[in-house]
Structure formats: structure tokens, C-alpha cells
């Protein structure tokens, strides 16, 4: 079946330097999002890639779709406390599969 | 705003029992989804809906079932909990189309004595 991989597990930063989370799956996908898990909370929608190549921004973060549409990344710009969470990505095979699989998700520690 | 409820926040069970998880969306959404999240392993779907009496199994399905009587409503059951699905429940739901965002719901911490 399809497996979405990501890397790295973990990942502990100071304030201020930036941070990168890479996704990969077995399959090709027909779209790839990406979620915030605050500590404690529960996962949050951040975005959807769908194109190709397609690069998307939200003020600090950074979201990119590979070429082949096997692979993401989701980079962030001078981490803040804020920032402090999981992340994950989840994927939608093109296999007809309706629902979307998951990553294991990056935590992200951001030190003052 | 979106909201998608779960019935408990925190459960103790003891091996053998019955155990039912009920969530509820307020958003008319066709799909929705139960995971269990464990350290390491991120979310792993255990059963979609992607209409009412509709079901799917996902990835781990072995030792769950589901109930969708009601659009708004799906239910996971454990026939009969063991320790090894001491674990974090969380539901979600999301619009047609299948790769529409996922809301989700807070999430039901079960143990199982």
C-alpha cells in the first residue's frame, strides 16, 4: 500500500534559525497537505499543493510539491516559540484510494 | 467555524470491555474519518465514511469497527478493548472530494487496564 514517509523525526532549533521537513511517498500523489499539531492540540489544516512543482508561502513557511509529485517540503524562515509543534504532511495516492495517508510527522522544538 | 466533537476526552477501560467513541461534525460533511495517533507513528486511519451506512477500512481496522447512522455522526467501537489499543483517538471529517482539508476533532485519550 502507499506509505508517505518524513524526515527527520525530530528537530530541535534556536529562535531564529530555520528549519526544514521533508516528506516522501512510495506512490505518485494527486495532492499532498500539510498539518500543525500544537502541543496538546489537536492537528490543524495548514495547506494544499496540487500542481506539479507548485510552490506555496504563508508569511514564514515555505511549502513545495517535487516535479513527480512524490515528494514535499515544508521549510520555515527564522523559527519563533510559536512555531513549537508537529507537522505533518498527508497524502492522496492516485490510485483511487479516497482518503489521504499520513506522515509521521517532524516535531519541531524552537529554543528561546 | 467548523466543529467536529468527540464524546470524551479522556477513558479508562478495563480488557474485555466494549468500548464506544461517538463524533459528531456540525458542517454537513460527507467523509469522515477515525485515526489513532501513537508517538512515532503519526496518524494512522483505522476507518473512513464517506457516506451515511458507507464505510471503508483503512490501514488498521483489525480489533474496530464502525456505525454511521447519521451524516453528522460516526461512531468507532471496540468490540473488545485490548491494552495494545491503549491509544490517541481523533476523528475528522471533510467535504466531497476526498483531498479536502480534514477538520479534526480534539481527540479521545483511551487507556485500557
Known amino acids: 500500500g502507499q506509505q508517505v514517509m518524513q524526515i527527520p523525526q525530530y528537530q530541535h532549533v534556536q529562535e531564529g534559525e530555520d528549519f526544514t521537513t521533508y516528506c516522501n511517498s512510495s506512490?505518485?500523489?494527486?495532492?499532498i497537505q500539510w498539518y500543525k499539531q500544537r502541543p496538546g492540540g489537536h492537528p490543524v489544516f495548514l495547506i494544499q499543493?496540487?500542481?506539479?512543482?507548485e510552490v506555496k508561502k504563508q508569511k514564514r513557511l515555505t511549502f513545495q510539491f517535487g516535479e513527480a509529485k512524490k515528494n514535499s517540503s515544508l521549510h520555515i524562515t527564522a523559527t519563533q516559540t510559536t512555531d513549537v509543534g508537529t507537522y505533518f504532511c498527508?497524502?492522496?495516492?492516485?490510485?483511487?484510494?479516497?482518503?489521504?495517508?499520513f506522515g509521521s510527522g517532524t516535531r519541531l522544538q524552537v529554543q528561546p | 467555524d467548523v466543529k467536529v466533537t468527540q464524546s470524551s476526552r479522556y477513558l479508562v477501560k478495563r480488557t474485555g470491555e466494549k468500548v464506544f467513541l461517538e463524533c459528531v461534525q456540525d458542517m454537513d460533511h460527507e467523509n469522515m474519518f477515525w485515526y489513532r495517533q501513537d508517538p512515532g507513528l503519526g496518524l494512522r486511519l483505522i476507518y473512513f465514511?464517506?457516506?451515511?451506512?458507507?464505510?471503508e477500512k483503512g490501514d488498521i481496522p483489525e480489533g474496530y469497527s464502525v456505525s454511521r447512522e447519521k451524516k453528522e455522526r460516526f461512531s468507532l467501537i471496540l468490540e473488545s478493548a485490548s491494552t495494545n489499543q491503549t491509544s490517541m483517538y481523533l476523528c475528522a471529517s471533510s467535504g466531497t472530494g476526498g483531498g479536502n482539508e480534514q477538520f479534526f476533532g480534539p481527540g479521545t485519550r483511551l487507556t485500557v487496564l
Open positions: 465514511s464517506y457516506d451515511v451506512k458507507m464505510k
Open positions: 498527508a497524502g492522496r495516492g492516485d490510485t483511487g484510494r479516497r482518503a489521504l495517508t
Open positions: 506512490t505518485t500523489l494527486s495532492n
Open positions: 499543493l496540487v500542481k506539479s512543482g
